[in-house]
C-alpha cells in the first residue's frame, strides 16, 4: 500500500470509528462541482464504512442554471444576426426547452466557445461594430474575472461588449437547502475553490443559525476522506465548526482583491436556481453603474418561466433527494453523447460522473446501499 493510500485508509478509519460511536446513519453533502468529480473518480463512495453516505449537493454551476436562463441564452443568440455569444465549453450542451446552444449554432446563431471573459472581450475589441455577449455563469469563484472583464470593457471604451450574468451565491444556496427541510444530512463539505475567494469564516452565519458541522476540504481524495472523517467526529463529539482543512489554499478572509471586484461591479439579486426555485439574494446583478455592460438592459432581456425536461430529476440530484441511478432516464434516454440534463451534461454534473466512473458496476453496491440507507433515515425520521 502506498503511503497516500494508507493515509486514506487511516482517514477512513476514523470515519468508521465516529459512525459506530453514532450508531445511526450519516450523510454529508458536498456543494462542489470538483468534489463531486473527484469522489467519483476515486472511487470513494465505494469505500465509505456502511451506514455513510456522500451526497451531492448545487455546485455545478451549470447544473443549477434554470431552464429560463438557458432559454435567454438560445434566443438571444438565434434573434441577433449582428451578435456573438460567448460560452464556457460546459454550457454549449445543455437543454433548454427550445433546444440547445449548440443545435442553436446549427441554425444559424454565432455561438463561441471561450476559456476566460477576457477571450470575450477580446473579440469585442477585435471588431467594434460587432456586438459580442458574454454568457457569465459560476459561484464566487468565476464572478470576479467577469468583474474583471467588465471593468478592462470600459478602460478600453468598448460599448459592443455586454455580459448575461447568471452568477450565483453559494451561502444563500446552503441557507435554502437547510430551510427546505427536504433533505437530511448531517454537515457540509464545503467547497474549496469558492472558499479561496470568500474565506472560511463566511460560513460562520451557516453554523450559528442551522447548528450543522462545516468543513473547508480540498480536492484529493485524502483531502476528502479527512474531511468526511472529521465531520463525523463532528458530529459525534457536538462540535460545529466551520473548520478549515484546506489552509494552504483557503484563508479565515478569503481574497479581499476579487471580493472588492465583486463589489464594485455588482450586487446581490433574487434569482432562480434550477431545483431551488427562485432564492432571495442568491445571484449577482451588474450594477447600474456598469449598465452599459448588462445584456439584459441593453437587449431588453427577461427570462421566463421554463418547465424541466419531463422526467428528468436533476433538480433532485442536486439537492440530494435522489442518485443519478434513481432518475429513470439515466443511462438510457439520458447519456453524455444525448444529454437531457445538465447534470449529465457538464464536467462537474454528477450523472456525468456516475456515468463515467460506475459504469464497471463498483457504484452499484454504492445506489444499493443508498436506498437502503433511505430506507432507514426513514424509519429513524
Known sequence: MTPRALQCRRHL?????????IARPLAFMEVCGTHTVAAFRSGLHSLLPEGVRLLSGPGCPVCVTSQGDIDLLIDLGLDCRNLTLCTYGDMIRVMG?????????????????????????RLAAADRKHQVVFAAVGFETTAPATAAAILAAEAQGLTNFTVLASHKLILPALRALLDSGQVNFDGFLLPGHVSVIIGAQAYHPIVERYAIPCVVAGFEDVQIADAMARLAEMVRDGDKGPENLYPEAVTPFGNPIAMALLDKVFEPADVTWRALGTVPQSGLEVRKRFALFDAKIRFGLRAAFAPEPRGCRCGDVITGRCTPVDCPLFGSGCTPTQAIGPCMVSSEGTCAAWFKYGRSGRLRKVASDSSHQKQKMEALS
Open 97 to 121: 426547452t427550445r433546444g440547445s446552444l449548440s443545435s442553436a449554432r446549427s441554425n444559424g446563431a454565432d455561438v463561441r466557445i471561450v476559456y476566460s471573459a477576457m477571450d470575450a472581450v
Open 13 to 21: 478509519d476514523r470515519l468508521a470509528s465516529a459512525a459506530r460511536a
